[in-house]
């Protein structure tokens, strides 16, 4: 299994960018899609993630972002809306064979490569 996030790029605060997630290989459709996030000098952090019909954001997030899947397609999609320089940093994507709606990196089995995303304030 292989991920390829790509989207990210360099927009000023209050603007928008949606990240995408292409799924190469095994992934079915029972696999939880998530979201992580790190920036420069702090740990990688949860972002949001999707299972079945069901998502979860992280506060600092929610009402911004919006996560969606593709299964045709093999591909998720993070749309961030209002973006905040606090959202500077390198965007993961993560998919877990388990299923579980999981906030823990631990969960997650298969990793991308991350995409930069950088607000300007």
């Known amino acids: 299994v292989q991920l390829q996030a790509s989207g990210g790029g360099l927009v000023q605060a209050g603007g928008s960018l949606r990240l995408s997630c292409a799924a190469s290989?095994?992934?079915?459709?029972?696999?939880?899609m998530g979201w992580f996030r790190q920036a420069p000098g702090k740990e990688r952090e949860f972002v949001t993630a999707i299972s079945g019909g069901r998502t979860t954001y992280a506060d600092s997030v929610r009402g911004r972002f919006a996560i969606s899947r593709d299964k045709a397609k093999n591909t998720v999609y993070l749309q961030m809306n209002s973006l905040k320089p606090e959202d500077t940093a390198l965007y993961y994507c993560?998919?877990?064979?388990?299923?579980?709606?999981?906030?823990?990196?631990?969960?997650?089995?298969?990793w991308g490569q991350g995409t930069q995303v950088t607000v300007s304030s």
């Open positions: 290989g095994r992934i079915f459709s029972s696999y939880a």
């Open positions: 993560a998919a877990d064979s388990g299923g579980t709606l999981s906030l823990s990196r631990g969960h997650y089995d298969y």
